[in-house]
């Protein structure tokens, strides 16, 4: 991949962010996320057309052009990123209140907003795990 080794400008605009990120990300989704690869493919190459699809909304045959694979690699490998993207969010991304025991005033007091905080966040939360892992 060029731009890796390009301009950091050039880099940013297509990524969303700074090589140095990109790097750590790339480091973290295979060393504790368990994103597995071919001996064909590195990390790099996966989380940058991973980008292009979530962060430019590229479609999988432009991606599949761009970085010279054929759709069904680009599909499967998106797939295991997302996955490991997922895991990852699993950290980084916590509730303040994880049994969700209270909800905030500002939505508690708005009719427009509590009709959506009226479910079991804990069965959602069940079911989203069993249906992705």
């Not at 991973?50 to 045959?61: A, E, P, Y």
């Not at 010279?68 to 490998?77: C, D, F, I, P």
Request: charge should be neutral; proline fraction near 3%.
């Amino acid at each position: 991949m060029e731009l890796l080794e390009g301009n950091n400008i050039r880099f940013f605009n297509e990524f969303r962010m700074p090589k140095v990120v990109f790097y750590d990300i790339c480091h973290d989704l295979s060393d504790k996320y368990s994103l597995v690869l071919s001996r064909d493919i590195c990390v790099e190459e996966v989380l940058a057309m991973t980008l292009k699809i979530l962060g430019h909304g590229d479609s999988n045959r432009s991606v599949a052009e761009r970085f010279q694979h054929s759709g069904e690699t680009v599909s499967m490998y998106f797939k295991q990123c997302l996955k490991a993207l997922i895991r990852m969010s699993l950290d980084i991304i916590r509730p303040i209140d994880p049994t969700f025991a209270s909800i905030s005033k500002e939505i508690s007091s708005d009719d427009r907003y509590m009709p959506y905080f009226k479910v079991n966040f804990n069965l959602l939360f069940t079911l989203f795990f069993k249906f992705y892992f």
